[in-house]
């Protein structure tokens, strides 16, 4: 009998045992099992910020091209707009060229009674020059006009007249023989030469005065040597320097390409 109970509890003592060795076993696989979940969580927080973050790039690389594509389509249209601006400018340019050829021809066919020795029409920087050569229109030393040099200037005055879009400047030159008599020196002889001029051609011949300017240029620009008397003789001019206006072609030229600066973001 008592073999028998001592058989008993030595089965119950292990079957106990087995069983406490068991819940221990699951305990530790409960805690791993709880390791390797919070391991995961943890993981799959990573992998939601990793892709919140490529989303993010994405949407970044997405603005940036459609706004590099903007500037492309900008950049074009202002490559377009540069080169209508380009072609207008060339076209103005002739324009103008064939405007002062034009009015070279007027000049020269107004003026064409008068000798070369008188006067002169050529073409320079885009301007035409009429030189007046002193013998055509002042005495010595003298501001007052001959009735030769008005008829020169009337002819000249006829032409300027169906030409309103001409500026006109008159210059007076002189040699470097200091002058006597009336005038201070050659500076007040040669503005009150081209001033005289000025007077005929606004208040005789009609000319409107709000396109003519009176200029004294002294000595300082000869066409020819002052050591002999045909240098000097030369010297002694008065040129009418006759400019289509260039308003248009100036504003294209004033005309800036427009600027653009824009921030691309960084990724």
Request: with cysteine.
């Amino acid at each position: 009998m008592a073999s028998t109970v001592y058989l008993t509890s030595c089965v119950s003592s292990k079957r106990y045992n087995e069983a406490l060795q068991r819940e221990r076993d699951m305990a530790a696989q409960i805690g791993q099992l709880n390791t390797n979940i919070t391991d995961l969580n943890q993981r799959l927080s990573e992998a939601q910020s990793e892709k919140s973050k490529l989303i993010g790039q994405i949407d970044a690389a997405g603005k940036n091209a459609a706004e590099l594509s903007r500037l492309a389509n900008m950049t074009q249209q202002q490559l377009q707009e540069e080169q209508q601006r380009l072609a207008q400018m060339r076209q103005l340019m002739d324009q103008q060229r064939q405007a002062v050829e034009n009015l070279r021809t007027k000049m020269t066919n107004a003026l064409v009674n008068f000798r070369p020795e008188e006067l002169t029409v050529s073409v320079k920087n885009g301007k035409v020059y009429v030189s007046l050569q002193e013998n055509l229109l002042f005495p010595s030393g003298s501001a007052a006009v001959n009735p030769r040099g008005k008829e020169a200037l009337g002819k000249l005055a006829q032409a300027l007249n169906t030409n309103p879009d001409i500026n006109v400047l008159i210059e007076g030159h002189t040699d470097s023989i200091p002058i006597k008599g009336r005038y201070e020196d050659n500076w007040a002889l040669s503005t009150a030469r081209a001033s005289a001029i000025v007077r005929i051609l606004t208040a005789a011949y009609g000319v409107d005065p709000t396109r003519v300017t009176a200029s004294g240029r002294s000595k300082y620009e000869p066409i020819d040597t002052n050591e002999t008397p045909e240098g000097r003789a030369r010297n002694r001019r008065t040129e009418i320097i006759l400019a289509p206006r260039l308003d248009e072609l100036m504003r294209l030229l004033e005309q800036a390409p427009a600027a653009n600066t824009t921030t691309t973001g960084t990724y």
